[in-house]
């Protein structure tokens, strides 16, 4: 068989390949991103209720809750 810039020739059948469409996944919300890390921390023992005075071994962060029942994660400490 004949080279072509310095590739082998081949035939078509063994060269030819069917191309599959991407498949992309839809993107997460800030609010599925931000719940996602909230478990991802829960899961870890990483977090606790507000007024938990000292913190535990290996909690990161605590959840405060603000008027109107609204909550937050706030980092308190690296460990």
């Given amino acids: 068989m004949e080279e072509l810039a310095?590739?082998?020739a081949y035939p078509i059948e063994m060269t030819a390949r069917i191309r599959k469409p991407a498949v992309?996944?839809?993107m997460p919300t800030p609010e599925d991103e931000a719940a996602a890390y909230i478990r991802g921390l829960e899961r870890r023992?990483?977090?606790?209720?507000?007024?938990?005075?000292?913190?535990?071994?290996?909690v990161t962060h605590v959840v405060e809750i603000r008027k109107g029942?609204?909550?937050?994660?706030?980092?308190?400490?690296?460990?």
């Avoid at 023992?45 to 290996?58: F, K, R, S, W, Y």
């Avoid at 029942?69 to 460990?79: M, P, T």
């Fill in 24 to 26: 992309v996944p839809p």
């Fill in 69 to 79: 029942g609204a909550k937050r994660v706030k980092r308190k400490r690296f460990s």
């Fill in 45 to 58: 023992g990483q977090i606790v209720a507000e007024g938990t005075d000292p913190l535990p071994p290996g």
């Fill in 6 to 8: 310095g590739l082998p």
